[in-house]
């Protein structure tokens, strides 16, 4: 029961989402179900970089976590790849003992019994620019998992119109969600050019597109906001 | 009775503090007790200004408001300037009879009864760079004037070491209260020059900066967060 490991890193500060600016420490998993085509962590994701990722105990990933925190519990935030394939049951027993909080992402196409762990979910089903299908049965049971101890929301990345008008469309379902559309980094680093500068006037115009959207059809529940790790850190990894 | 206007623009989103990013109206009084050595906004706050500041009814800035959401009620925050100055109750009690919420945020120089009207109080006491004192009796005033029915949270704003110490010290008075930290724009645009351009790496650097004391204090109830808006546009009045 092994976890595969990508990258341990922080603390530093949730870059996105509902929880933006928190510090947190990421412990993020190799392998993914999906292929996006804009993935930013490609070398989480596609197997040639299998060799890289490390299969971890619980006790072995809290060890690591508890270095880098000095013992000072936090926020753990769980990343990926897609970090539901894992068995991460014994690693969040452990961790809340040990007083830690955990918010994990997943886009919601595989479903697990330890979603009710969790402190926070956020819910990330991918746009059609991202090439893969929106599963609602999946998604569905992935709220219905998550149960009422869990804080879900939804996070909807947006690269064009077509993006958009889904995202309308699946947001209206789940009113009760707190939701947070991101605009897409058309640029993300990948393992062929993982210094690749960001397009901060490209992401900014994306960002102020995605407000007048949003401002212009009154859809005043949406928060916008940006990965701010991107436009501060430069897509550099490990912070 | 009159309000002081100096402005009232948007929707657009909420660019800082626990709020960013959440769509909102702004409108932004006239007139303020402090002189703040890097305010952004003079053209609110000096009296030189004032000519520029509309005295208006509560009715009249719904009204405004009205047009600009398209009868679509929204979050509306006051800012200013210090919005504690002026006579709000009957906004908020017109704004709230028609489905608005309200933010404010002020220094917590003022404290004002209608402070337990809002929907959410940001309380900004101003650090030592800031060339202003902070009244701690005037703050527990506003705290106990907010009561329990209005989310109050913490901003504080830093722009070195000695503000940061500040930071810790005040926060550490107040820990039930959720806490953002600001890195302080260093250069702000003024009404001589309104257009100057941001310095993004100088606000990121400082943001970089901020991220790392706070981890390495292992800070981990604050929030670290920009002004988005700076990023995004870049000084600009309006937006």
């Known amino acids: 029961m092994s976890i595969a490991i ?9 870059g996105e989402g509902a929880l933006i600016g928190v510090p947190t420490l990421f412990v993020r998993t190799g392998g993914c179900d999906f292929r996006c085509s804009w993935c930013d962590t490609l070398y989480a994701v596609e197997p040639r970089f299998k060799a890289d990722w490390t299969p971890m105990s619980a006790e072995a990933v809290m060890t690591e976590v508890n270095g880098l925190s000095g013992g000072h519990p936090l926020l753990v935030t769980l990343s990926g790849g897609n970090p539901a394939l894992q068995p991460l049951t014994e690693l969040l027993e452990l961790g809340h003992a040990q007083g830690y909080t955990f918010a994990m992402e997943t886009q919601g196409s595989k479903v697990q019994d330890w979603f009710a762990m969790l402190d926070h979910l956020t819910l990330s089903p991918k746009p059609p620019s991202s090439g893969m299908a929106f599963n609602r049965s999946r998604f569905e049971a992935s709220l219905a998992a998550a149960g009422d101890q869990t804080q879900v929301s939804l996070k909807l990345v947006i690269a064009d119109e077509a993006d958009y008008q889904w995202a ?4 209206a379902g789940y009113p009760q969600l707190p939701l947070t559309l991101q605009p897409c980094n058309p640029s993300p680093a990948t393992p062929e050019q993982p210094d690749l500068e960001t397009d901060t006037e490209s992401l900014n115009s994306r960002l102020r597109w995605l407000v007048d959207k949003v401002t212009a059809d009154r859809w005043f529940n949406a928060r916008v906001l940006p990965q701010l790790h991107v436009l501060i850190w430069n897509n550099e990894r490990g912070v």
């Open 6 to 14: 990508s990258e341990i890193f922080g603390p530093t500060i949730q």
């Open 168 to 171: 309308r469309d699946v947001a």
